[in-house]
């Protein structure tokens, strides 16, 4: 993205901003050359260490996730880690569904735009999670087109500057929040 002059790369997980990074090997001033900002000097690394090196610097590590028990065998070979599951307080209520697979983006886009419609008419908060800017604008274009009211948080400068007033509307009755 483009702000005030300088290529700022956006987290393509969460969305935000990473002002004062730069790729490296020549491709942020080839960035910068198509979008026709100035050409920055590249960064030097000066040192590096692996994330298994950096951990090896603690003489004790721990650690809580809800996914560690499918890396259970990499957590005792590389960190001589054993990993405990913890059964849940409560017998579970979620329901899994089965993958849904499209032919085309299209298709796949119109079906979420479906499901946003269902469960907006019904009253339900609806928090739709993309990759992308521009796969959050092509949801919000789709529900424009069908009338469904809703919020757009991404990284563009006009959304990002309200991120307090979208987050603080999401969950509440018939919002619809795309991110």
């Known amino acids: ?72 065998e990499e957590f005792a070979k590389i960190y001589n880690l054993d990993v405990v599951v913890i059964p849940t307080n409560r017998p579970l209520v979620r329901v899994n569904h089965n993958d849904v697979v499209f032919k085309s983006q299209r298709e796949k886009l119109s079906a979420v735009a ?9 009253g339900r908060p609806v928090l739709v999670g993309t990759t992308s800017i521009e796969k959050s604008e092509a949801v919000s274009s789709l529900l424009k087109k069908r009338g469904i009211p809703h919020q757009v948080l991404n990284a563009k400068p006009m959304y990002a500057e309200r991120e307090a007033e979208v987050i603080a509307q999401a969950g509440r009755l018939k919002s619809v929040t795309i991110s």
């Open 1 to 72: 993205m483009v702000k005030e002059g300088e290529v700022i790369i956006v987290d393509e997980f969460t969305g935000r901003l990473m002002a004062g990074r730069r790729w490296s090997d020549g491709l942020h001033q080839a960035v910068e050359a198509k979008e026709k900002v100035k050409i920055q000097q590249e960064n030097q690394t000066l040192a590096s260490i692996t994330i298994q090196n950096y951990f090896r610097m603690y003489a004790k590590l721990s650690g809580m996730t809800g996914t560690a028990d499918t890396e259970a």
């Open 114 to 122: 479906d499901e946003i419609a269902e469960l907006h008419k019904i």
